[in-house]
């Protein structure tokens, strides 16, 4: 008598890390996303150009770095641009790579991860 042999279960396969390690992946990537609302601590800094020509750089990296908690620091922030809004010509938001990175990575990894 032949021995019933029972059906296998397809082999699954290993789920594959995200790699968006690579710099000009982000860069793309945040290219794409509509930025109306950044973290304080995912901004490396802002370029403030005034009306006469004048350009302010505020190193917000720098800043955390010596010890200026992120809350006030983005709500003094806030406040001057707004306080100074009649003679701002533009602001340049310039976004830390790895802040971002760091922190989508470990949620990309867990949504991925049974895939």
């Keep these: ?22 710099k000009k992946q982000w860069e793309s990537i945040l290219k794409e996303v509509e930025k109306y609302d950044v973290p304080i601590g995912m901004l490396e800094s802002l370029i403030v150009s005034l009306k006469d020509g004048t350009q302010v750089r505020l190193d917000i990296k720098e800043m955390l770095a010596e010890g200026a ?7 003094h922030i806030e406040d001057r641009l707004e306080a100074l809004d009649d003679i ?10 790895d802040e ?3 922190a989508v990575q470990p949620a990309t990894d867990n949504l991925l991860k049974n895939l």
């Design 69 to 75: 908690d992120p809350d006030e620091l983005q709500m």
């Design 88 to 97: 701002i010509d533009d602001v340049d938001f310039y976004i830390s790579l």
């Design 1 to 22: 008598m032949a021995q019933e042999q029972k059906p296998q279960k397809p082999k699954r396969v290993k789920s594959k890390k995200l790699n968006v390690n690579v």
């Design 100 to 102: 971002v990175r760091k």
